[in-house]
């Protein structure tokens, strides 16, 4: 039988993924659409297996502005799936039919859901779905996909559209418009198929460049479009591209006029009465600090580190070192292959691994949090303040997951729709010290600051300001010029979240960071083992005659204005790379020839001491926090900023703003507190932030956006 395929399409926050798993239970494949950081999603039916069903990016429209966007309806034009499933949010109906409007112009037969039928219900509301169907001339089937109700007949139903010829050709606008549209359509009849000309006359109308180019079209052939779109713009006193924006709407208006049986309309009370508290003025934040505290108190600080705790002592302190160490020596296994295996990969992937019960827990929080509605409004709360420095509100959750942990953090950015939003957001959110950062304050604050209380707290304060501070400075430069995307988000109804669909969305970025820590990790720390095992004749010595010490005492000049460029520092912050927690374990080795120090490294206290001044000492503090995050942390860079050119900017942006840091702080700090003379490092340190602060409230050139255009124009 030949495989079927049904696209399931629909708008942000429709329903589409309850929608998805309902169909294909755990057989999903989850991977990116090639050349962009959306995500792809795809499974079989679980009822039929010779059935795939592909999710779509959650778009509002086919207009060629936003990845996601170009994503789904190239997908739709050249893959040409055998049916779409339109899943329709039926409490935000006229939004939503604005997709269905274009998705039926493709040529591909599609079946709309009209999903929350449970809601709508509720909300006293009710449709003729007959009529609907009748009025787009598709399918209609009720589902809610909260109760499981009518979804394996909306998947039947797209089942036996495929196998239909396809007859339908979009929907009939206005007279004088359709008269445009078929003198287009005759002018390029014998360069698509005949189901595909609607779509490419329509898009030819709005002069979409991307179809333009792929068509190409003769100048002559151009030029007699261009008549005819002039001469209907003229008819209807508008640009094209709103004449088919209006029509749309115009028609979806007449629709819900015919469909909509009218019955007096109360809104959902209790989620409006959420909402005038959750998002009050005065209240959002309060309630706000007051959720995310309750959930980093459950995941960070109660629940889930009780099960870090006994990943790190437990399983990958004792249970795991010992039985593969056992086996090693049964085996006979030569001595740096043991040394290998225990100390290179068990301890760095290990110590990675150890994250993973916080994460859990911190994960099912936040799935909490998407589905019962809650985020969308915190997103919406937070836009309000994040734009004022060129963040989306949704870059919210990526740093505060990243007070966990960095490579979740990261990878939390990809619900920001915006590009240049995501970009940023993963360029900054590692600022944040996450928790294997925290030995470093300890050990720092333990050796120089034994008595002050400032030093941890002043740590989240320095990640926070350089966010803010990167935000104001990176929008004004070329790669992130232009106004923001205006924020468009339908705030869903409060629900009681569906179990099923929290397991899978945590066990989807599990699985995700278990990947990465199991890769990026294994490969470093096998490198970092090597070269801090052996020197350059690759003879076996001790770490401070290794090539990691070479390195060391090679690159520490660098760090030297910074006031702690000693080979030892320099090579802790090498294995920081790997982990961060491995800069106490370095100094262990380093500075007092231990293989193991306590958390806080007390045993180098003295040592460190005699080394550095306290001045010098937080500012290796502040280079560590800020400067790039560890390899698994780039990785997941990598992984939502695509190229390596950009994770090369990113990490670049990193290290450079933790130097400059570090460099200000260490030689004013030397100036002022050791009262040391004022000399040349002093000098450059004052004009540094001279610079930084005429480069903070310099106007920036202001450019407008295409796609900001467009929507004004929406
Ligand atoms: P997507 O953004 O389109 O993938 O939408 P989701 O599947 O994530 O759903 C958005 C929100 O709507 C979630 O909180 C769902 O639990 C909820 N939801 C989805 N379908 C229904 C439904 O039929 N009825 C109700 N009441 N809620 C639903």
Not at 182 to 211: C, H, M, N, P, V
Request: glycine residues 8%; hydrophobic residues 45%.
């Amino acid at each position: 039988m030949k495989r079927v395929t049904i696209a399931l399409a629909g708008n942000p926050n429709s329903g589409k993924t309850s929608i998805f798993n309902e169909l294909t239970g755990a057989t999903q494949y989850v991977g990116n659409w090639p050349g962009v950081t959306v995500e792809k999603k795809e499974g079989a039916l679980k009822k039929n297996k010779g059935v795939t069903i592909q999710d779509l990016p959650g778009i509002y429209s086919l207009s060629p502005y936003s990845p996601e966007e170009v994503v789904a309806r190239n997908y739709l034009i050249q893959e040409k799936p055998d049916a779409i499933l339109n899943v329709v949010d039926a409490t935000n109906i006229e939004r939503n039919l604005y997709l269905t409007t274009q998705l039926v112009d493709i040529g591909v037969p599609v079946v709309v859901a009209l999903n929350m039928m449970d809601l709508m219900k509720k909300e006293g509301q009710q449709l003729n779905l007959e009529k609907l169907s009748y009025g787009l001339g598709v399918p209609v089937v009720g589902t809610s996909a909260l109760k499981g109700k009518g979804i394996q007949e909306a998947a039947h139903e797209a089942i036996s559209e495929a196998g239909r010829e396809h007859e339908f050709h979009g929907l009939t606008y206005d007279k004088r418009l359709e008269a445009a549209l078929s003198q287009i359509g005759e002018i390029i009849a014998t360069k698509t198929e005949a189901k595909q000309l609607r779509w490419y006359s329509i898009k030819l109308f709005e002069r979409d460049e991307k179809i333009q180019a792929e068509f190409l079209v003769t100048e002559e052939e151009q030029n007699a479009i261009e008549e005819i779109i002039f001469i209907t713009e003229k008819i209807f006193g508008d640009d094209s591209e709103s004449i088919i924006v209006n029509e749309r709407y115009n028609f979806i208006t007449q629709l819900i006029k015919l469909a909509r049986i009218d019955t007096e309309v109360p809104r959902n009370k209790r989620s409006d009465w959420i909402d005038k508290v959750v998002t009050n003025r005065w209240l959002a934040l309060p309630i706000f600090a007051f959720v995310m505290w309750l959930v980093y108190y459950v995941s960070i600080q109660t629940i889930g580190t009780m099960g870090t705790d006994w990943m790190n002592d437990v399983f990958f302190g004792e249970f795991v070192p010992q039985h593969i160490s056992t086996l090693l020596v049964d085996l006979q296994v030569a001595n740096w292959l043991q040394s290998l295996i225990l100390d290179g990969i068990i301890a760095g992937v290990g110590a990675v691994m150890g994250f993973l019960p916080q994460l859990v827990v911190l994960f099912l929080c936040l799935a909490f949090l998407e589905d019962c509605g809650y985020m969308s409004r915190i997103a919406f709360v937070m836009d309000r303040l994040f734009r004022k420095f060129g963040l989306s509100g949704k870059s919210f959750i990526p740093m505060l997951v990243a007070t966990g942990c960095g490579v979740p953090g990261i990878m939390a950015s990809r619900t920001i729709e915006n590009e240049k939003d995501r970009r940023m957001t993963v360029m900054v959110t590692t600022f944040m010290p996450c928790s294997a950062k925290l030995p470093i304050i300890a050990l720092i604050a333990g050796a120089f600051f034994p008595k002050s209380s400032w030093v941890a707290p002043s740590a989240y304060f320095v990640g926070i300001t350089a966010i803010i501070l990167s935000g104001i400075l990176l929008k004004k430069t070329k790669l992130f010029a232009g106004d923001p995307a205006p924020f468009i988000m339908e705030l869903p109804t409060y629900h009681w979240p569906k179990i099923k669909g929290m397991l899978i969305q945590t066990w989807d970025r599990s699985k995700a960071f278990v990947k990465k820590a199991g890769t990026i990790i294994f490969v470093s720390s096998i490198l970092i083992w090597f070269t801090s095992n052996f020197n350059f004749q690759l003879a076996s010595v001790s770490e401070d005659k290794s090539m990691l010490a070479a390195f060391g005492n090679l690159f520490a000049f660098i760090f030297r204005p910074l006031g702690w460029g000693n080979w030892r520092a320099t090579v802790g912050t090498i294995t920081g790379l790997v982990a961060k927690e491995n800069v106490v374990n370095t100094f262990g080795i380093l500075y007092g020839g231990m293989s193991e120090v306590s958390e806080n490294g007390k045993e180098v206290w003295p040592m460190l001491r005699s080394s550095f001044t306290p001045i010098a000492g937080y500012s290796f503090l502040l280079f560590n926090l800020l400067c790039a995050p560890c390899f698994a942390a780039i990785g997941a860079m990598h992984r939502e900023l695509l190229t390596w050119k950009w994770t090369a900017i990113a990490v670049g942006y990193q290290c450079s703003l933790a130097y400059v840091v570090s460099f200000v702080v260490f030689q004013l700090g030397d100036w002022l507190v050791e009262k040391s003379p004022f000399g040349f490092g002093q000098a450059l340190a004052c004009a540094v932030i001279l610079a930084i602060v005429i480069a903070l409230v310099k106007k920036p050139k202001r450019e407008k956006t295409e796609r900001f255009a467009y929507l004004e124009a929406e």
